[in-house]
């Protein structure tokens, strides 16, 4: 079982930025997916981004503001989120996707944006 833990959530008025971290307690190799993944109240849990080996994708609503990346060497995953917007309060996921797709998730982490 891989273990995940997430860190970097908090408070932040509309407009600034928050960089996420998922700790993961294994190598991430190059055909592991990491994402970034969010659910707000009443609502799914969504992809936000994702990465695997160089390639990444987002979500149409973050494109061009948000930025996944990964440091292998500190086996972890960050979200940078720039020009937050109300919209984007939730709280974040770190996932961990093998070669077989079996899942790992971590516990979460709030994001708030205030308007």
């Known amino acids: 079982q891989v273990h995940l833990v997430e860190s970097g959530g908090g408070l932040v008025q509309a407009g600034g930025s928050l960089r996420l971290s998922c700790a993961v307690s294994?190598?991430?190799?190059?055909?592991?997916?990491m994402g970034w993944y969010r659910q707000a109240p009443e609502k799914q849990r969504e992809l936000v981004a994702a990465?695997?080996?160089?390639?990444?994708n987002y979500a149409d609503s973050v494109k061009g503001r948000f930025t996944i990346s990964r440091d292998n060497g500190e086996n972890t995953v960050y979200l940078q989120m720039n020009s937050l917007q109300a919209e984007d309060t939730a709280v974040y996921y770190c996932?961990?996707?093998?070669?077989?797709?079996?899942?790992?998730w971590g516990q979460g982490t709030q994001v708030t944006v205030s308007s």
């Open positions: 294994t190598y991430i190799f190059s055909d592991v997916t």
């Open positions: 996932n961990y996707k093998d070669s077989n797709l079996e899942d790992s």
């Open positions: 990465i695997r080996g160089g390639r990444t």
